[in-house]
């Protein structure tokens, strides 16, 4: 699925239990590096079963009440859907597929097993199956290296990097593939360099690390016992090829791969942790109006290429994420399979950012619907008729109606706020749409006009689990012109503004509602809505 352009580390499997302490500040501290929503709990603790026992014995750890409680043990079962022995029962969301299989794969299991392993915590489960050693350790603190098929994630222990020639390059490097050359890259270990090449298939800025790990060389002494190093990074490291920054769609394709990464090395039980080192792998220093999303991954600052340029760094332990435009990766190129939605992915991906940066759902006074109307200010694409169409559903009793517009002025945490406590979000083609993956369940996203491209944000939706809509009747959307690239002397859809029939519109508004409106999830929440008005609080 793509538009049309117009931890933490394996350090360990064991699991390093806490000391005792007596203060309860610290003691409640000490669990800091775990800071997951309730509902993933279940699924962390059954990962780090000792740590669960652990955390049940000790008052001061502030899970206790949680693994206590009845909604957590009616879920002790759950797993997230990759790890040995997770039935689909057990698994943290399942997927569904109500659309008709035949025509795509031969079965309704086969329909749903394809996207699970397409767009889901399937995904995950075979990019850890398809991991081999491609540096072989041959003593307890060697170096290491492991990579899944391609090269798409890697991760290594004590590997050493050198980017002296860094410092003579006056170029800005971004998307470049000779940012390392033969030799400047190795570790201490038994390189098995004819299972390295076999993956060198997808060489590609942004597909593959083939354009750095070809270059991968045996080193004949330990590079940081060896003091070979300029620089030691001590914190877990995440290495990070990262799309266009400033669009929201493209950004958060890194994210989300970032978020999928965490769970392909999930060996330790500080694997959400955020005391880590994001390294960009490009020389611009890292500006974006989504940049609040990396505290979701890392307390410190980023470092891009400029900070090491000069200098031999050496990283004890180092991830490659999942990168942005891998073929058939997650998202921009994720080839969803007729007739299925709602990855668990997605879902656990969207409630893990916002329970990060502290996004909730808002106490409502009423039952009215929240309707968000996304105004663009932007050269094309505008509505022309914008304010009659809000002037409609505004006089609608039943509607809350808010017009935003996402720009720089409105810091990106609170875009959140509001897109969270959204039932129908409306909008017109464009990176702002990517806001559906923090809509809740319930949601419709409207997209009023597609501008020709109608899977981007059909499909995006369709992997996020909310329901989608937009503009049904072509007669009665009228464009400003016929719209030219400005690049390209052709006829193009997005290159226009646009003016929409205000009956038409009010029509698809209420479809809308009457889709949130009859949603058992919107149903859950209303009732959940009033029991906490009179005082009941459930633990997950």
């Not at 793509?2 to 005792?20: D, F, K, Q």
């Not at 775990?34 to 279940?42: E, F, R, T, V």
């Not at 392909?264 to 500080?270: R, T």
Request: charge should be positive; proline fraction near 5%.
């Amino acid at each position: 699925m793509r538009c049309v352009r117009g931890a933490t580390l394996a350090i360990s499997a064991t699991i390093v239990l806490l000391a005792h302490c007596t203060r309860d500040a610290a003691c409640s501290n000490r669990y800091e590096y775990i800071n997951l929503p309730k509902a993933h709990l279940p699924m962390y603790f059954r990962r780090f079963p000792a740590l669960e026992k652990q955390c049940a014995a000790d008052e001061n750890c502030p899970y206790r009440a949680v693994i206590a409680s009845q909604s957590y043990q009616n879920r002790k079962k759950g797993c997230w859907g990759y790890e040995d022995g997770c039935t689909e029962r057990d698994r943290y969301s399942n997927h569904s597929c109500p659309g008709s299989h035949h025509g795509y794969v031969k079965s309704k299991q086969t329909q749903l097993d394809t996207f699970f392993s397409q767009a889901d915590f399937g995904f995950v489960r075979d990019q850890i199956r398809e991991t081999r050693i491609m540096c072989e350790p041959q003593f307890p603190h060697d170096s290491s290296l492991e990579c899944s098929k391609y090269l798409r994630f890697c991760r290594g222990r004590n590997l050493m990097l050198n980017f002296t020639d860094l410092a003579s390059r006056p170029e800005p490097l971004r998307y470049k593939m000779d940012v390392l050359g033969p030799g400047q890259i190795g570790g201490h270990c038994r390189l098995h360099g004819e299972r390295l090449r076999d993956e060198l298939q997808h060489i590609s800025p942004l597909q593959s690390w083939g354009p750095e790990l070809r270059f991968f060389q045996r080193l004949e002494r330990p590079p940081i016992e060896d003091e070979r190093c300029d620089v030691v990074i001590e914190k877990p490291a995440f290495i990070m090829k990262i799309d266009a920054a400033i669009n929201m769609y493209h950004h958060f394709c890194d994210f989300l791969n970032l978020y999928a990464s965490l769970h392909v090395n999930l060996s330790h039980v500080a694997g959400f942790g955020t005391d880590t080192q994001v390294l960009v792998w490009e020389s611009y220093t890292y500006h974006s109006p989504f940049a609040d999303t990396f505290k979701v991954f890392t307390k410190n600052p980023i470092a891009d290429l400029k900070t090491y340029a000069g200098k031999v760094v050496c990283f004890r332990n180092v991830v490659m994420p999942l990168l942005p435009r891998m073929i058939f990766g997650l998202y921009y190129n994720t080839p969803i399979i007729y007739g299925c939605e709602n990855s668990g992915l997605f879902h656990a991906f969207s409630e893990h950012v916002l329970h990060r940066l502290k996004v909730r759902m808002t106490t409502r006074a009423d039952d009215r619907l929240r309707i968000t109307f996304l105004s663009r200010q932007t050269r094309y694409r505008r509505i022309l008729n914008e304010d009659d169409l809000i002037e409609r559903i505004a006089s609608n009793p039943s509607y809350a109606v808010q017009r935003v517009s996402y720009g720089h002025d409105v810091p990106f945490v609170e875009q959140l706020r509001i897109t969270r406590n959204s039932d129908i979000f409306i909008g017109m083609h464009g990176a702002g749409l990517t806001h559906l993956l923090f809509l809740p369940k319930w949601a419709t996203l409207f997209e009023l006009y597609h501008c020709e491209d109608p899977n981007c944000y059909r499909d995006l939706a369709r992997l996020r689990g909310v329901h989608y809509l937009t503009w049904e009747r072509d007669h009665l959307v009228h464009p400003e012109g016929e719209g030219k690239h400005p690049e390209r002397d052709e006829r193009h859809a997005k290159f226009t503004n646009y003016a929409f029939d205000v009956d038409e519109f009010e029509r698809l508004v209420a479809k809308a509602a009457d889709q949130v409106r009859t949603h058992q999830e919107y149903e859950k929440f209303l009732t959940r809505g009033k029991a906490q008005r009179q005082g009941r609080k459930d633990e997950l």
